[in-house]
């Protein structure tokens, strides 16, 4: 078997998440930490950025401000997410393991075959949406995106609980005001949540335990170990949370390939 640390770090701000990902990395690559499997939340809200999305053209940071949201830029591509009520997981797979397909999109359905499964045993009906989505319904309940650096694929990705669309739009710029009624009209179609679609309310942990099963489902060959953060760890983390990620020259500056 191959053995995994399986983390659940609670809710933390979005410059430590961001940077316990990049911690995580570099102690896997090293030697000094197994791969990892962890869950997480946003305390406060916030809004990640996309590697390669301009800060200012993407998202009103006075509202922001105004609502106590964090803002931070992720390693990974994509748009704009607002994380609140939400499960967020991240897995760190070194690729020479040969765990998952090493072309991105096979990569892509075989981790997010976890949530599939843990939504299953809540019966949510779940299925892979090519590029990264997970769908309930037709309606997106999952969104994932992935970066592979030093030989190990970083996902993570979101599993909505619930979800306000309006409090997004409040803090995201609209190139056309005209049409904002109109995209949030679209959203609220086209997005679902936990909470929503199961008509149940499950707490953050009771999500949790589920997908931890279905991690486990998907990754037989896996011995997923509970594991506490070191203290080495945290405060590298906290090291690396203010002098990068909470900083303007990384979450202003607009990552160019």
Same mark, same amino acid.
């Given at each position: 078997?191959?053995?995994?640390?399986?983390?659940?770090?609670?809710?933390?701000?979005?410059?430590?998440?961001?940077?316990?990902?990049?911690?995580?990395?570099?102690?896997?690559?090293?030697?000094?930490?197994?791969?990892?499997?962890?869950?997480?939340?946003?305390?406060?809200?916030?809004?990640?950025?996309?590697?390669?999305?301009?800060?200012?053209?993407?998202?009103?940071?006075?509202?922001?401000?105004?609502?106590?949201?964090?803002?931070?830029?992720?390693?990974? @591509?994509?748009?704009?997410? &607002?994380? *609140?009520?939400?499960? #967020?997981?991240?897995?760190?797979?070194?690729? /020479?393991?040969?765990? $998952?397909?090493?072309?991105?999109?096979?990569?892509?359905?075989?981790?997010?075959?976890?949530?599939?499964?843990?939504?299953?045993?809540?019966?949510?009906?779940?299925?892979?949406?090519?590029?990264?989505?997970?769908?309930?319904?037709?309606?997106?309940?999952?969104?994932?995106?992935?970066?592979?650096?030093?030989?190990?694929?970083?996902?993570?990705?979101?599993?909505?609980?619930?979800?306000?669309?309006?409090?997004?739009?409040?803090?995201?710029?609209?190139?056309?005001?005209?049409?904002?009624?109109?995209?949030?009209?679209?959203?609220?179609?086209?997005?679902?949540?936990?909470?929503?679609?199961? @008509?149940?309310?499950?707490? &953050?942990? *009771?999500?949790?335990? #589920?997908?931890?099963?279905?991690?486990?489902? /998907?990754?037989?060959? $896996?011995?997923?170990?509970?594991?506490?953060?070191?203290?080495?760890?945290?405060?590298?983390?906290?090291?690396?949370?203010?002098?990068?990620?909470?900083?303007?020259?990384?979450?202003?500056?607009?990552?160019?390939?």
């Amino acid at each position: 078997m191959i053995k995994f640390r399986l983390l659940q770090t609670g809710h933390n701000t979005a410059a430590f998440n961001m940077a316990l990902d990049e911690v995580l990395i570099n102690r896997i690559k090293n030697g000094t930490s197994l791969p990892s499997l962890r869950f997480y939340g946003w305390k406060p809200a916030s809004i990640s950025l996309g590697y390669f999305q301009s800060l200012e053209a993407e998202i009103d940071e006075k509202r922001c401000a105004e609502l106590g949201i964090d803002i931070v830029r992720r390693q990974t @591509g994509g748009g704009a997410v &607002f994380h *609140d009520q939400e499960i #967020t997981y991240s897995i760190h797979i070194p690729m /020479a393991l040969d765990l $998952v397909p090493k072309k991105v999109l096979e990569s892509y359905e075989k981790i997010c075959q976890g949530i599939i499964n843990g939504l299953a045993r809540i019966n949510l009906e779940a299925k892979f949406m090519p590029l990264n989505d997970i769908i309930v319904g037709g309606q997106k309940i999952s969104g994932n995106a992935q970066t592979r650096k030093q030989g190990i694929i970083l996902q993570h990705g979101t599993i909505l609980k619930a979800v306000d669309v309006d409090k997004m739009f409040d803090i995201l710029k609209v190139p056309d005001e005209k049409m904002k009624g109109k995209l949030i009209s679209d959203i609220k179609q086209r997005v679902t949540s936990v909470d929503l679609h199961s @008509g149940a309310k499950f707490s &953050f942990q *009771d999500v949790v335990d #589920t997908l931890i099963l279905g991690f486990k489902q /998907a990754f037989p060959e $896996v011995e997923f170990c509970e594991d506490s953060l070191t203290d080495a760890e945290k405060a590298d983390t906290e090291i690396l949370a203010s002098q990068k990620y909470s900083t303007k020259a990384w979450n202003y500056h607009r990552q160019f390939i």
